[in-house]
């Protein structure tokens, strides 16, 4: 009985032991983990886009305790803010970045431009209007006029080749956000086999985070996400990019009226949706309305600026007489910026410039000149408040005003990210005072465990030895 009554209790004492013992060993384990986890979150303190991991310690149902999910911690409102303020500073960024182009087209000095230009041609008017046989003067007009169709041609052309410039950065944007939405699936497809394998996921969502961000710096972007963490995208129109692993792209067409690419998205069955519209933010938007709208605008004025020379010389010159006694030609051909130029029989034969108003007043009536460069200060524009200077100034003033803008919105955004991109880090970036405070706690832990172990080690050699 004594033999069998010692055997109980030494089983007993072995329960008990081996017990422990599991208890200590899942908590050898735990803590393990939970210092491989901070050790990874110091060691990418400084790794752009790492989301810090936190391991969730739970108690075990035998009385221990176990890791039961390493998890990201993140802040998906400051995220999403962050995002759309992303978006935005990529407008601003793009405009930045091609409107310089254009204020260098409108930059004049006091010998260069188109101000000098008008300032020339109008004292030879006056030059012609003073000596009207005057042969250097009027080939001395002849000469300014043809600098000043010239500097209208320079200036439109200059405007159509920054047009030209975006719309190829438009082609390269559109293929970067199909390079994006590509690797965006990818992703999606790679979070769904680890998850179903039961692997670590943190660091594809880290990589589709940064993706995801990337993308929308370039396009408006609306985002969500499933329960595995994959991400689907849409355009800001609801037209969707990707959705799982399935993606949609992005193409263009050319425009029939200006020559320049509109942007289409392109369906599942293959067919295209002209979309230009419809993207209004993102780098994509911001080149848009450069090209789209802002230079159109300024070329407008600037063909409204140059057809005005052109039709009210031209009218004159139509009703005066030349240094022969001959009515006068047209004195400019075209009717705009891109196309003003001086008629080639004035070139070659300045006596054609119809100084005089009578034919009687040959040679020395110049009082057609007169009225020629009186246009200097008719006030033809803007409901006859404006002369060709003001309206002039006006622009360039209206082009200044806008590059100012956008500096001054593209710094403010710049900040308005800086503040979401720190709200955003204040959660989920790598602390390394708190990730080394909770690797010195894990790490006694694990050593408080091990010890437990050795104990238990101990005694269980003097039961054996008993």
Do not use: C
């Amino acid at each position: 009985m004594e033999d069998d009554l010692l055997t109980k209790k030494e089983k007993t004492k072995m329960s008990t032991i081996s017990g422990i013992a599991n208890i200590a060993l899942s908590a050898l384990n735990t803590y393990a983990a939970a210092i491989s986890v901070t050790s990874t979150n110091i060691a990418n303190s400084e790794t752009t886009g790492y989301t810090r991991r936190q391991a969730v310690i739970e108690a075990s149902g035998t009385g221990g305790v176990d890791v039961t999910e390493v998890k990201r911690i993140y802040d998906s409102f400051a995220t999403n803010q962050l995002l759309s303020a992303n978006t935005d500073l990529g407008k601003w960024e793009a405009e930045q970045e091609t409107i310089s182009s254009v204020e260098g087209v409108f930059s004049d000095t006091e010998d260069y431009g188109l101000s000098s230009a008008m300032s020339d041609f109008w004292d030879a008017w006056n030059d012609v209007a003073n000596d009207a046989s005057d042969s250097t003067a009027r080939s001395v007009l002849a000469s300014a006029a043809d600098t000043l169709a010239n500097t209208f041609n320079s200036m439109s052309s200059d405007l159509s080749n920054i047009q030209n410039d975006i719309d190829n950065r438009v082609v390269e944007t559109l293929n970067s956000i199909n390079e994006l939405t590509a690797q965006i699936a990818d992703t999606n497809q790679k979070i769904s086999k680890a998850a179903a394998a039961g692997t670590d996921t943190n660091t594809l969502k880290d990589t589709l985070d940064s993706l995801v961000l990337e993308l929308s710096e370039l396009v408006d972007i609306n985002t969500s996400a499933d329960s595995a963490g994959q991400v689907s995208i849409q355009l800001a129109d609801g037209k969707i990019l990707v959705e799982g692993t399935k993606t949609w792209s992005l193409s263009t067409t050319t425009n029939s009226t200006t020559g320049l690419q509109d942007i289409t998205w392109v369906s599942e069955s293959g067919s295209e949706t002209v979309i230009t519209d419809d993207i209004t933010s993102g780098k994509l938007g911001g080149y848009l309305e450069v090209r789209d709208e802002l230079i159109p605008s300024y070329r407008e004025q600037l063909d409204e600026l140059a057809a005005s020379i052109i039709d009210h010389i031209n009218a004159l010159q139509t009703s005066g007489y030349d240094l022969n006694g001959d009515a006068g030609v047209s004195f400019f051909t075209g009717g705009s910026a891109a196309d003003m130029a001086v008629n080639s029989a004035i070139t070659d034969d300045p006596s054609l410039i119809a100084a005089a108003a009578t034919a009687n007043g040959v040679p020395d009536d110049g009082s057609n000149a007169t009225a020629s460069a009186e246009l200097q200060n008719s006030l033809l524009f803007n409901s006859s408040t404006a002369t060709y200077s003001d309206y002039y100034a006006a622009l360039v003033s209206k082009v200044g005003a806008t590059v100012d803008s956008i500096n001054t919105y593209y710094s403010s955004q710049s900040d308005t990210v800086e503040l979401y991109q720190n709200q955003r880090d204040s959660v989920s970036s790598v602390s390394l005072d708190e990730e080394t405070t909770k690797l010195l706690l894990y790490q006694s832990a694990y050593s408080a465990s091990a010890k437990v172990m050795s104990y238990l080690d101990e005694m269980l050699q003097t039961l054996i030895e008993m």
